[in-house]
């Protein structure tokens, strides 16, 4: 998959699309100047276009219009658009009918209407900003206007692609799998809570978001593996989810503030209803000598599930959050004395198989409240509802939680 990683790019999102009335009209002046445009050019690819094209040509510029929108308006800490270079045959994650990207990216460039950026070629993506009269019209405008094109696939898997010759871990791969009775339910149900959320008013500082649609991502040990759902599964799409905490308060669902609903260390919870055994009581991250690092104590507890080896040295992210002279070592010693009956479960990869069972719980909870008209957010491991709704939704979650894991996990309420 391709590097997302620099801070001024926003990546392109090809199920983006123009649905407000004000983007609308934008993308269609803008679609007829590229055909004429195209249509008039000697080198032209498109010549007295036929229906089918300008469908085409009018979902690329609509695409174009809502990305560089999102960008302008919802991402100004972004510089450009990164549009993908690479030629890769269509799968069921790709939107159809895009092969003149690039033509069409010419053309609006052509017109001043975005400055194009020449390719990074490591990286193998260019990058678009708009400019001139398209950027006033995209400032002048609300987010609010970005929706999302029918037929994105909301169940997707990757696979592990093992390591190089240096040691470095290779980028998942997307698998086109093939549809099966389970992928057919999956979706199902992520068609379910999408079409109950998008119609929910969802407001960050009293302002409508863009269209989202949540995804289901599952993951294979290795590409040679079968084609199963059963592994990680969590839910990812929502603009929520990258929030950063001192903002969650100024969410609105409906107009209500958000009652914010943690499952309470639930991943430590889950490993003990799999060996079968009874936590010890209080905060299980709470570890002598590292009181003040809850959180570099809980990624370690997470590497130590997640690795297929016995962590002999700290993950830079885990090291960062712990005080001088914690070792790895030490650090899987503590985690040992501290929760003896887990011993089994570290350094056996173990974190994918609970995040599945995670993810399973939240989607089961997701669905019971659409069903009971109680819009919830969903987090990796808790939602965030109406404030009036906090007391039924805590219900739902530890029943829930009971009924597929066989222990009551918790629910806390994170304070903003």
């Not at 199920?15 to 609308?24: C, D, E, M, R, V």
């Not at 678009?128 to 019209?137: K, S």
């Not at 068609?191 to 993951?219: D, S, V």
Request: hydrophobic share 40%; proline share 6%; charged share 20%.
């Amino acid at each position: 998959m391709d590097d997302t990683s620099a801070s001024s790019d926003c990546w392109f999102d090809p199920w983006a699309t123009s649905q407000g009335p004000n983007l609308i009209s934008l993308s269609a002046s803008i679609t007829t100047q590229v055909l004429q445009a195209t249509a008039k050019g000697p080198q032209a690819r498109i010549r007295q276009p036929r229906p089918e094209q300008v469908e085409r040509v009018t979902n690329i510029v609509s695409c174009l219009v809502a990305n560089l929108a999102a960008m302008h308006q919802g991402h100004p800490e972004h510089r450009r658009l990164a549009i993908p270079l690479r030629h890769t045959s269509q799968s069921r994650y790709d939107r159809k009918g895009f092969g003149h990207l690039p033509h069409v990216i010419d053309a609006m460039a052509a017109q001043g209407l975005v400055l194009k950026h020449p390719a990074h070629i490591k990286k193998r993506r260019t990058g678009i900003e708009a400019t001139g009269g398209l950027l006033e019209a995209l400032l002048s405008g609300t987010v609010a206007e970005v929706g999302r094109a029918e037929g994105e696939e909301t169940i997707w898997l990757t696979a592990r692609m093992g390591r190089n010759a240096i040691g470095h871990k290779l980028p998942y791969q997307l698998v086109d799998y093939v549809d099966t009775p389970e992928a057919c339910s999956l979706r199902r149900e992520m068609e379910e809570i999408n079409a109950f959320l998008a119609t929910q008013c969802i407001e960050l500082q009293g302002q409508p978001q863009a269209g989202f649609k949540l995804t289901r991502r599952f993951l294979l040990r290795d590409i040679e593996d079968p084609h199963t759902f059963h592994l990680h599964g969590r839910l990812y799409g929502g603009f929520w989810e990258s929030l950063p905490k001192r903002l969650r308060a100024d969410l609105r669902i409906n107009g209500e503030p958000i009652a914010d609903l943690d499952f309470a260390s639930m991943f430590p919870r889950l490993a003990y209803a799999r060996v079968g055994a009874k936590p010890p009581e209080g905060d299980l991250y709470a570890i002598p000598g590292l009181e003040e690092h809850r959180a570099g104590v809980k990624a370690g507890f997470a590497a130590m599930l997640s690795s297929a080896n016995e962590m002999t040295r700290l993950p830079s992210g885990v090291k960062d959050a712990l005080p001088e002279g914690w070792t790895g070592r030490r650090l899987a010693r503590a985690i040992e004395e501290k929760h003896p009956a887990l011993v089994p479960l570290f350094g056996k990869d173990i974190a994918l198989d609970l995040m599945f069972t995670e993810s399973c719980v939240l989607v089961a909870v997701l669905l019971r409240l659409a069903r009971m008209g109680i819009a919830a957010l969903p987090m990796h491991d808790g939602v965030m509802v109406p404030l009036n709704s906090g007391a039924q939704a805590r219900c739902i979650m530890e029943t829930t939680s009971l009924a597929l894991c066989g222990i009551t996990i918790p629910v806390a309420t994170k304070v903003a």
